[in-house]
């Protein structure tokens, strides 16, 4: 699962939970674009292991752009945003 919960904080961030481990991976902007994807641990929580670390961290550069655009639209403009289920494979 990938989120970011309701209470968050800059930079832009997102968490991925998997099996009761969480990591989760900001994404850096500057001038307007994305420069860098850092994943990090999440205090009190065991961090995604390896394979799902690698899979999170490839899901979250796929789909940088329309995370960046989902936490602009809920934290700045205070739109509401739908859930998405994406079952596609990303390869």
């Known amino acids: 699962m990938i989120l970011f919960y309701s209470n968050?904080?800059?930079p832009i961030h997102v968490h991925g939970k998997f099996q009761g481990h969480e990591s989760k991976a900001e994404i850096i902007i500057?001038?307007?674009?994305?420069?860098?994807?850092?994943?990090?641990?999440?205090?009190?929580?065991?961090?995604?292991?390896?394979a799902t670390l690698n899979d999170?961290?490839?899901f979250v550069e796929t789909y940088a752009d329309e995370i960046v655009?989902?936490?602009?639209?809920?934290?700045?403009?205070?739109k509401q945003i739908a859930c998405e289920n994406i079952?596609?494979?990303i390869a």
Not at 69 to 78: A, E, G, M, T
């Open 56 to 58: 999170f961290k490839q």
């Open 69 to 78: 655009q989902k936490w602009i639209d809920y934290f700045v403009l205070h």
């Open 30 to 50: 500057e001038n307007g674009k994305i420069r860098e994807i850092r994943i990090k641990s999440v205090k009190g929580r065991k961090p995604l292991q390896h």
């Open 87 to 89: 079952n596609r494979r």
């Open 8 to 10: 968050e904080h800059e």
